[in-house]
Each structure stands twice: as structure tokens, then as C-alpha cells.
């Protein structure tokens, strides 16, 4: 058997359904299946996020019930049997915190409702719900406009440069596909690590460097997010050596680099470019708008 078999198949996951709608007041049309057992996934997202999940997991995830009533989820109700077979002996239901002592050493079904559960996730986090480190996180307002730019599928794959909470952000919706995150600094690797640790998410593969050969070991993304310095052109060479068709939104709030922009689509034949610019201003405590940093956003279609 490959490493890339699951050892839950078709039959068995429709017996454990069968199982459960008989037994639990689960609603089949809204459980999400999650088989953990042969590759990683955004676990915690998901159960925040949907009421009903049905997890396959094995030995790989020892500390899966810690981490999530780590993540504020202890209050969830989980059906537990520790057995790949649809057998009903031995399956128990008790809440989430109560298993936190509880190791996974083996191929286990589990059934967790989550009554807390927020069907619709809400783009542009708080930057307080980030890891603290030397990176400086773009305001959570500006955020949500860059996600609405993105227009990010649940299967894409992107190549984000220094965005690390885009990169976040981008992981949880692109939940079934591959996040990309360039962090050429020791520093911003670290931090995102822990950011990725705190919410869960195991689709982001950080790397160091935006070089060719770098790139040709993951993914090829469809889209790309660059977070512009002096680089840039050499970013966009190199991805669309990986990707021709690739798709881009630049971030930016230097004049010169905006200026040079349109001549760097124009040589790499990007085109349908549009730039959009995002002003935020907050009311201060003597009633006074103070005006945030102003960036502009430049997409265009190879």
C-alpha cells in the first residue's frame, strides 16, 4: 500500500455515515470529511467553521485532542471510536476537553459537532490574533480588500512574498489547495511558523527565496501576491518561468516602484493591469481622522 492510501475507503466512510445519522441528530448534507490519516489538513479551521466534521485520523496526529481544546474548542461534542471498522462497540461520545489526556496510537473514527460553529468566515483578522515577532502586519482593513482583490478558490495554489498574514488568510479559504509563502528573513520564517502552529493550518509551505529552482520543488501557483521591493522583477521573471499564465497583484506604497510598474508588465507581457488605491482614516480619541498608510494594488494576467 502506498504511502498515499488511506486505509479508510469509500465503504467504510459510508458505513461510518450510515452509523452516525442513525445514532447522532447529524444532518449528512452538512458534514465535512476530513481524512487526515495519509496527509495533513486545516483541522482547527474547520471545525470552528462547520457544525458537523468527520475526521479519519491515525498515529501521525498523537496530540490531535490537546491542540484542538487549545484552540478554544473543548466545548465540542465528539463521538470517538478507536477503529477504522464500522463496528459500534466501544464508541463513545463526551465533550472534546475531556479527551485532552487522550494520545491517538492508532487508526481512529471521530464525529464532532461543533454548536458554536461560524458557517462563514469573515476575511480581514484582527492583527492582535497574530504572532508577535518583527513583522509588521498590514491593517486587518486594508487586509480585506487585498482577500477581495485575490478572489481566492478553495483549490488554488499561490505563491505569496512577504504577505504573512495574507498568507494566513489565503490558507483558510484556500483550504483544499497549496499557500506558497516567500519570507526571505529568518525572522519573518519564525513567525510565521508560530502563525501557522496557532491556527492550525497545514497547507503553507514557507520557503526562503523566490529563485527558479527553489519554486520548481513545490506547487506551481496559478496566482501570485508580492509585497513589492526592489525584487520585483526579478519575482515576476522567476514565476513566470514556473507558470506563464500566472496571475499577479502587487502591493506597494512607493511611488517609484508603482511608476516602474507598467513598463515591467509591458516587458513580461502582463496585461489587463489595474491599479487600485486604498485609503483608510480612523477617528482618534480628540475626534481627529488620523490617515493610515496609503497603498496601491496592481493586478495584471500573463
Not at 53 to 72: M, P, Q, T
Not at 283 to 300: A, D, R
Request: net charge negative; charged share 25%.
Amino acid at each position: 500500500m502506498s504511502d498515499n492510501t488511506s486505509i479508510f475507503t469509500n465503504d467504510i466512510i459510508l458505513s461510518w455515515l450510515s452509523y452516525f445519522s442513525r445514532e447522532t441528530d447529524v444532518n449528512l448534507e452538512k458534514v465535512k470529511i476530513l481524512d487526515i490519516s495519509k496527509k495533513k489538513r486545516n483541522i482547527i479551521p474547520t471545525v470552528e467553521s462547520k457544525r458537523f466534521v468527520l475526521i479519519l485520523a491515525n498515529e501521525i496526529h498523537k496530540n490531535f485532542f490537546y491542540d484542538l481544546w487549545s484552540a478554544g474548542l473543548g466545548d465540542c461534542t465528539i463521538w470517538l471510536k478507536a477503529s477504522a471498522q464500522p463496528t459500534m462497540e466501544g464508541c463513545t461520545c463526551e465533550k472534546l476537553g475531556d479527551c485532552i489526556n487522550t494520545e491517538i496510537d492508532g487508526p481512529c473514527v471521530m464525529l464532532i459537532r461543533n454548536d458554536n460553529a461560524k458557517s462563514v468566515y469573515k476575511i480581514g483578522l484582527d492583527n492582535d490574533s497574530f504572532s508577535n515577532g518583527p513583522i509588521r502586519y498590514v491593517g486587518h482593513e486594508i487586509r480585506t480588500v487585498i482577500m477581495g482583490e485575490l478572489h481566492i478558490d478553495e483549490n488554488d495554489t499561490i505563491c505569496i512574498i512577504s504577505g504573512e498574514s495574507i498568507a494566513v488568510e489565503a490558507a483558510m479559504i484556500a483550504n483544499e489547495g497549496t499557500i506558497i509563502a516567500v519570507e526571505y528573513a529568518r525572522g519573518d520564517r519564525e513567525t510565521m511558523e508560530d502563525n501557522l502552529s496557532r491556527f492550525g493550518l497545514h497547507n503553507v509551505e514557507i520557503i526562503s527565496d523566490c529563485e527558479v529552482a527553489t519554486l520548481k520543488e513545490h506547487p506551481a501557483p496559478s496566482l501570485a501576491f508580492i509585497v513589492a521591493t526592489q525584487n520585483l522583477e526579478n519575482e515576476i521573471k522567476n514565476l513566470l518561468e514556473i507558470n506563464p499564465k500566472m496571475q499577479f497583484v502587487i502591493y506597494t506604497l512607493e511611488l517609484d516602484i508603482l511608476s516602474s510598474i507598467p513598463e515591467l508588465f509591458k516587458k513580461y507581457n502582463i496585461q489587463d493591469m489595474e491599479v487600485v488605491q486604498i485609503a483608510i482614516s480612523k477617528l482618534n480619541h480628540k475626534n481627529v481622522f488620523e490617515t493610515q498608510p496609503v497603498p496601491w494594488l496592481i493586478s495584471g494576467q500573463a
